[in-house]
């Protein structure tokens, strides 16, 4: 059974709208990550949290807010929508920040029309 | 600012052959440094890591040699198989709870039957 549970798998979405990609880990970790992939930017980081506290914000918009309503959650909502937002979205955990293994969900691959 | 370099960006070997991919770091306060691999539709998984307390870490095929004076570091896959086929990343953190992972841009590796 998958331990970080990403939903949904595939998402499409028009321009200009607004989506929230779900992330929930069942590793009892306290460290949860977003990562981006895509053509121009293999896994490109975006947020870390640590114990449900924002450690460290990669992503220059405002228009993605991550949203933690339990330790093992890490939602990320996307408003505004671009094209260029189109990536696979990866959720990751690890047991704590700073140097220990990090574990990768399925990921959710957004397709922004 | 790209704090993790990784060549090639695609490499291919015959089967039974050495593949060997580098990358080099910039910040010296890189203290861990992981190899994930991921196949085509899946997501990164954690093969290999070193701490520059040794240089060299071994596991079965794939070794990780660490040279800290000149910030670079490498795996080496042995006796490289078809099923070896996959886009391999490099990444570094330095410890404390702000840190997160910076990834190479990959290396995607082929290899031939």
């Known amino acids: 059974d998958p331990k970080i549970i990403q939903k949904p798998k595939y998402l499409v979405a028009v321009t200009g709208s607004e989506k929230i990609l779900i992330c929930e880990q069942y590793l009892g970790h306290n460290a949860m990550y977003w990562y981006r992939q895509s053509a121009k930017k293999p896994l490109e980081f975006m947020f870390s949290y640590s114990y449900q506290k924002l450690m460290d914000n990669q992503t220059a918009s405002s228009r993605f807010q991550p949203q933690s309503s339990k330790k093992n959650h890490l939602d990320l909502q996307i408003t505004a929508l671009k094209p260029d937002d189109s990536a696979t979205y990866f959720c990751?955990?690890?047991?704590?920040?700073?140097?220990?293994?990090?574990?990768f969900g399925a990921g959710t691959r957004l397709s922004v029309l | 600012q790209q704090q993790v370099r990784q060549s090639p960006q695609s490499l291919t070997v015959w089967e039974g052959e050495t593949a060997i991919l580098n990358c080099s770091y910039e910040d010296s306060t890189f203290d861990y440094f992981p190899w994930y691999h991921q196949f085509p539709g899946e997501s990164p998984a954690l093969l290999i890591a070193i701490r520059p307390v040794s240089n060299k870490k071994e596991d079965g095929r794939f070794t990780i040699f660490f040279n800290k004076r000149e910030k670079k570091f490498s795996l080496h896959i042995a006796d490289s198989q078809p099923g070896d086929s996959a886009t391999y990343f490099c990444a570094a953190i330095s410890g404390g709870s702000n840190a997160k992972l910076t990834f190479g841009k990959g290396t995607k590796l082929s290899v031939k039957s």
């Open positions: 990751a955990s690890s047991q704590e920040t700073g140097g220990d293994t990090l574990y």
